[in-house]
């Protein structure tokens, strides 16, 4: 009857403090959350079946309360997820082209609306010169999509010197992900410099001379149905579909393009 008596006063307090305690989200349903968000664009949304968002940023480990930066973020398909995301307990870096329509176009999708981007910030990731995406050794997160084959048209050194800027502003330990349009390691490389793919070798080559290790590699945006050898690149595919009408059902039932999703690690010492 003692023991009885003692559970019975004891039951409402244990109650209390379960009810006291709060219940923390976990990282994947938080990431699930803001990518299912009816707030994200309905063109947005319809492109996930080709960029696997959730898969991809759980893959990158991305998480609330990290500090994360986007390179070149244009319209903000990534930014519609990240920044909303990172908003409560993180921060959320646009490293935005210099001003320009793409800048413009990612400062007008942050100022649209404050309740759900208003505590992001942005810097300039400008490739003509070393630039300082966020203040050095303070980045959880460094992410790129589909931008390295851009830096590296514009040439090897506008390239390897981005990969610097990345490492400079990464916590040891941080991670720099990379997303890019695939060129078969058997291709020509003078490819890499017209077509918009890039071979994956290029992209580690890149990195390892920036001190970066791979960590990991991840097929969750491959295509096998993209051979990579449009006579006018990748811009053929979707989204950009640059032939018009000219076999669009082709295209688009190819989809987007087939793409490399790598992952790369600054080294603790």
Do not use: C
């Not at 998480?63 to 519609?80: D, R, S």
């Not at 003509?128 to 390295?148: C, E, H, M, Q």
């Not at 053929?236 to 987007?256: C, H, M, N, W």
């Amino acid at each position: 009857m003692r023991h009885l008596f003692l559970a019975a006063l004891l039951a409402p307090l244990t109650l209390a403090a379960t009810a006291a305690t709060p219940v923390q989200t976990k990282p994947a349903d938080a990431l699930a959350a803001a990518v299912a968000s009816p707030a994200r664009s309905a063109a947005n949304r319809a492109r996930d079946q080709y960029r696997h968002p959730v898969q991809t940023l759980a893959f990158f480990g991305v998480k609330p309360g990290q500090t994360v930066v986007e390179i070149w973020p244009g319209a903000g398909w990534y930014a519609e997820i990240l920044a909303p995301l990172l908003s409560a307990r993180g921060h959320y870096i646009a490293a935005t082209q210099p001003p320009g329509k793409n800048r413009d176009a990612t400062l007008k999708l942050l100022a649209g609306d404050p309740a759900r981007f208003g505590k992001a910030t942005t810097t300039i990731f400008d490739v003509k010169a070393p630039s300082t995406i966020a203040p050095p050794g303070t980045a959880d997160v460094v992410l790129t999509f589909r931008n390295v084959h851009n830096m590296l048209m514009a040439g090897d050194d506008v390239a390897a010197r981005a990969f610097v800027d990345f490492y400079r502003a990464l916590k040891p330990g941080g991670v720099l992900g990379v997303e890019d349009h695939r060129l078969p390691e058997s291709a020509d490389a003078a490819l890499e410099k017209t077509s918009g793919y890039i071979k994956r070798s290029t992209v580690v080559r890149l990195a390892t001379a920036a001190g970066f290790k791979l960590a990991a590699e991840s097929e969750v945006n491959a295509n096998p149905k993209d051979p990579a050898n449009w006579p006018n690149g990748v811009w053929t595919l979707p989204p950009t579909l640059s032939q018009g009408d000219v076999d669009r059902a082709k295209y688009v039932a190819i989809g987007e393009s087939d793409r490399m999703t790598l992952k790369f690690v600054k080294p603790l010492g």
